[in-house]
């Protein structure tokens, strides 16, 4: 069969990609582990989607994730301590992080990743304190980004030729 340039479904592109994948996700749960985090599949979700076909995709988004995870952490604890885990206090911080966000010209993916981190920070009623869930789902989060760059970096998915 002649060579051709095109990728085809079950090809050693594929196999590659899901290999790289499945590495960055478990290693990333090992690494949240080792470091005792609580909800260490955060760090397997946060390599998921920063692992892209490009280094340069992938920089991108974890860019965004990473910008956006801090803001929606740091705002999910500090309305949660004065005002309560409450739909009013939600409600005004995803109007704030918007407002944030537009004035510092943040781009929309990290507002969105805020609003999902002050969700999970805001609503989603833990043991612990506010502050030390928000420290969890930055520091997961990193850890998930940091690998799928790294990983990305140094096993980049080959490209087939003439593409």
Not at 3 to 16: S, Y
Not at 34 to 40: D, F, G, H, S, Y
Not at 100 to 119: K, N
Request: proline share 5%; aromatic share 8%; charged share 10%.
């Amino acid at each position: 069969m002649p060579h051709t340039n095109k990728r085809l479904p079950g090809g050693w592109h594929d196999i590659l990609h899901a290999a790289r994948v499945a590495i960055g996700a478990v290693g990333s749960i090992l690494i949240a582990r080792l470091c005792r985090l609580p909800e260490a599949y955060w760090a397997a979700i946060a390599t998921l989607i920063a692992m892209q076909s490009t280094f340069g995709a992938a920089w991108k988004i974890s860019r965004q994730r990473f910008i956006g995870t801090a803001m929606g952490a740091a705002a999910g604890a500090l309305l949660s301590t004065l005002a309560g885990r409450n739909l009013t206090g939600f409600g005004a911080g995803v109007f704030i992080l918007g407002l944030i966000c537009a004035a510092l010209r943040i781009e929309r993916g990290a507002y969105h990743y805020a609003g999902i981190t002050l969700v999970i920070v805001m609503l989603i009623v833990y043991t612990p304190s506010p502050w030390m869930v928000a420290v969890h789902r930055f520091v997961e989060i990193s850890i998930g980004l940091a690998v799928g760059l790294i990983l990305s970096a140094v096993w980049p998915e080959p490209q087939p030729k003439g593409v």
